[in-house]
């Protein structure tokens, strides 16, 4: 009797063995795909970078200048490497657009010169907002020329870089119009400023 005891307790001893086995491979197989899995992800947005550009008119802009950059879902390609290609670029907005915030421009590296102006193309005069969410540390000189004879515009700049040296902001000519920047350093060296009745900014600014 004490034989099948022992007998017993060896095939016990066993299973337990075997089962302690299977779950500890089970947990180690779970681990190096977790780990497979994070490193294949960390990858994946180390490779390429995405933001979603929302307005239609600035993902054909950006498609215009570098091809491909955006894609059909409206997703931007911050790391695509025709970005450190661009350092000059022009934004032509159309007459009755009525609100445009440009979300691109922070993400172009390269940019040094940016000028936004509006079409000189006939369309309706409407009241009309237009920002720019940020603007790249390489950027030297920005130039806001946009036309609002008979309604009333607000231009809203981020904050510049502390070595931009050129600011021109002109052609606003209607009496209620506004711009503001966030934040206008006093490396600015030339800040040309026609047919803007109300602006503001934070700062200082010793500009001629």
Known sequence: MRGGWGAAANE??????????????????????????????????????????????????????????????????????????????????????????????GYLDGLVHLTVASSSSPGPWLPMEMSIVAVPEALRTLVVDIQSFTEPLEIHLPSLPVEMDHLRVSGISYSESLIHIDELPETVTLFEVTGVSDFEWSGECNAD
Not at 58 to 79: A, C, F, K
């Open 12 to 105: 016990y001893q066993i299973r337990s063995y075997l089962i302690d086995s299977s779950i500890d491979l089970v947990a180690m197989n779970t681990s190096r795909l977790l780990l497979f899995l994070t490193f294949t992800q960390f990858l994946t947005f180390s490779g390429r970078a995405q933001v979603f550009i929302p307005d239609q008119f600035e993902r054909d802009w950006l498609n215009s200048v570098i091809p491909g950059i955006v894609d059909m879902n409206g997703m931007m390609d911050t790391l695509h490497p025709g970005i450190a290609q661009l350092d000059t670029a022009l934004i032509v907005v159309a007459q009755g657009t009525g609100s445009l915030t440009l979300h691109s421009p």
